[in-house]
């Protein structure tokens, strides 16, 4: 089974194309490898996919030297042009499209980039998807969709039309727009709204990743609302493992269907949507808590009042995934961020 997989120079494509290549799949995977964050980590990360960074040109493949059945392709998703010509060429059976400009607080100051990647790039995967007639797309969505819902534990059964940022708002664009493509062309699609993923080898961006970089430091960490917030973190392999089964398993019309009163997680057309979170949140304080117990110092913490675009909480309702997957995420956050902290000293040499 030949699978693409975009986004691989990031976070969790990177793990999970891994995994798809030792498991003997096909792999194709892409990233346009942009300075949104410091590109040396992800050029670690295809280095340690086996893929010669040094050799990396626009649109040529480069095979993996750990696993034969691995290409990277430096590729942007948004250009309309590359990526027809990457479906046709390919022929992919599934897509796991992980792709994406990510981040809260950085929509608030580039929308633009959100409107290209997230939104652009997005209907291009959707126009291949549709060329070719793929067997299914898998997709990232994220929590931040739940938005001024304060009914916990998230539910993909309920609403999520009030997002609190643009970058919120465009996955749940992405949603909108697989379920048309679900519903006019039958293209199986689901839906991942990924909870707080954390983890070795992880964003910079991400405040787990900062507190860790200045605590060991001996700097101080900005801590919003007063430490007043809990997060669903989920560790990165739970989230791989995860999609993992979710690509195994393509959508399907919910029989039950009733458009009366309609279900925004299923469909009459071949259409889901999961929860992917540990559905244990964590007190941002415990969090922090753990991250000095990992790296064996106190951390030096400023207290300041709530960010725009921010949640107070996330709670992922987990049950679908259990139920239909026999699924759930397990991994506990010392554990998580023990491992993490481990990598991050040893990729840093701290």
């Known amino acids: 089974m030949k699978i693409l997989v975009t986004g691989t120079a990031g976070f969790i494509g990177f793990f999970v194309a891994q995994q798809l290549a030792q498991k003997g799949f096909d792999i194709v995977g892409v990233d346009n490898i942009n300075t949104y964050y410091d590109t040396a980590l992800k050029h670690g990360r295809l280095k340690a996919s086996g893929i010669d960074v040094v050799s990396l040109q626009d649109n040529v493949p480069v095979s993996s030297s750990l696993y034969p059945n691995y290409r990277f392709i430096k ?16 022929r992919f059976d599934v897509v796991c499209h992980l792709a994406a400009q990510a981040g809260v607080r950085y929509s608030i100051t580039n929308p633009h980039d959100y409107a290209l990647s997230n939104l652009s790039g997005f209907l291009n995967i959707l126009e291949g998807c549709r060329s070719i007639q793929v ?3 898998v997709y990232a969505s994220s929590s931040s969709v739940y938005g001024l819902n304060s009914n916990t534990p998230f539910s993909v059964h309920q609403g999520a039309a009030h997002p ?25 699609t689901t839906g991942l709204r990924f909870f707080t993923v954390y983890g070795p080898w992880g964003r910079p961006d991400m405040a787990y990743f900062k507190f860790a970089d200045a605590i060991i430091k001996g700097e101080p960490i900005d801590v919003y609302n007063n430490g007043e917030m809990q997060r669903d973190f989920t560790y990165v392999d739970d989230i791989v493992e995860g999609v993992l089964r979710v ?23 071949p ?3 999961y929860n992917i979170g540990n559905s244990s ?9 753990a991250l000095e117990n990992a790296i064996g ?26 139920r239909d997957l026999n699924y759930h995420p ?6 998580g961020i023990d491992r993490f902290v481990a990598w991050f000293k040893e990729f840093y040499q701290v």
């Open 297 to 322: 110092k106190k951390a030096v913490i400023n207290m300041l009042p709530m960010q725009a675009g921010d949640v107070l909480s996330t709670d992922a309702d987990v049950s679908d995934l259990e």
């Open 330 to 335: 397990s991994t506990d956050v010392q554990t």
């Open 271 to 273: 259409y889901r949507l």
């Open 135 to 137: 067997k299914h797309l």
């Open 75 to 90: 590729l942007d998703i948004a250009d309309r042009t590359q990526t027809e010509q990457l479906f046709a060429e390919y």
């Open 281 to 289: 949140p964590v007190k941002l304080m415990n969090f922090i808590t």
């Open 164 to 188: 609190v940022s643009l970058y919120a708002a465009s996955k749940k664009s992405n949603e909108m727009m697989a379920h048309s493509y679900s519903h006019l062309y039958n293209i199986p």
């Open 247 to 269: 690509l195994d398993r393509p959508a399907k019309p919910d029989p039950d269907w009733d458009s009366q009163h309609p279900d925004p997680a299923t469909s009459s057309a």
